[in-house]
């Protein structure tokens, strides 16, 4: 079962243009991590957010935790060839000492110069 | 700082072999993860190990695949009677808490 739902699945756009990207739940979460994966390389986390309506900023990069802990959103503004990458979402559901989070499918970026 | 390193990076088998790969943890972490990812796709989990509690093997996707956490670090995973569909590459993370720190990986190519 699918808990997490990144959308859009591919995305290629121009250096400078902006985007948005996904992650739908109607699973709530105790906090939900973003993840960045370079080719040939693991995922590095990105940010954690863990308020309800939390913006979290980073660079060109701007985090949102839904007021209801269901979802998230990450815009890049003015992306830039080094942008490119597998980006995740990862849904922490806190169930008692389990901390195996819900991974989503993610979101692969392709900034074109 | 040492981050997690994964053993080999690429291992090419022919169907049927047996194969190992291993994971180093960062030092004191105490929850390791496997995961397995297709080109360009998302994570598949695989096994989490948490301390000194029972594995939790819901991931693994046949009885051919089985892992070990020896002392609360090193990690083998191991593939028996490889098949082609196990081609992938495999994941190791460890943690501390929430968040996880990825190995590179091992590149798995079944002939």
């Known amino acids: 079962t699918q808990l997490l739902e990144q959308s859009p699945q591919f995305l290629s756009i121009q250096e400078g243009e902006n985007l948005t990207v996904y992650c739908n739940s109607s699973?709530?979460?105790?906090?939900l991590q973003w993840y960045r994966q370079e080719p040939g390389e693991g995922p590095v986390l990105l940010v954690t957010?863990?308020?309800g309506g939390e913006v979290k900023k980073l660079k060109r990069l701007t985090f949102q935790f839904g007021d209801a802990r269901k979802d998230s959103s990450l815009h890049i503004t003015a992306a830039q060839p080094g942008d490119t990458g597998l980006y995740l979402c990862?849904?922490?559901?806190?169930?008692?000492?389990?901390?195996?989070?819900?991974w989503g499918l993610g979101t692969s970026l392709a900034v074109n110069p | 700082g040492a981050g997690v390193s994964q053993s080999p990076s690429n291992k090419v088998t022919e169907k049927g072999k047996d194969v190992e790969l291993r994971c180093d943890p960062i030092?004191?972490?105490?929850?390791l993860y496997w995961y397995r990812q297709s080109l360009g796709q998302g994570l598949e989990f695989l096994i989490y190990?948490?301390?000194?509690?029972?594995?939790?093997k819901s991931g693994l996707p046949s009885d051919r695949f089985s892992a070990e956490r020896t002392g609360g670090s090193v990690s083998t995973l191991t593939i028996q009677r490889t098949q082609q569909e196990d081609s992938a590459v495999y994941l190791c993370?460890?943690?501390?808490?929430?968040?996880?720190?990825f190995g590179p990986g091992t590149r798995l190519t079944v002939l």
């Open positions: 993370a460890s943690s501390p808490g929430t968040r996880q720190y």
């Open positions: 990862a849904g922490d559901q806190r169930a008692g000492n389990n901390r195996k989070l819900i």
């Open positions: 699973s709530v979460f105790s906090s």
């Open positions: 190990f948490q301390g000194n509690s029972a594995p939790d």
């Open positions: 957010v863990v308020t």
């Open positions: 030092s004191g972490h105490t929850a």
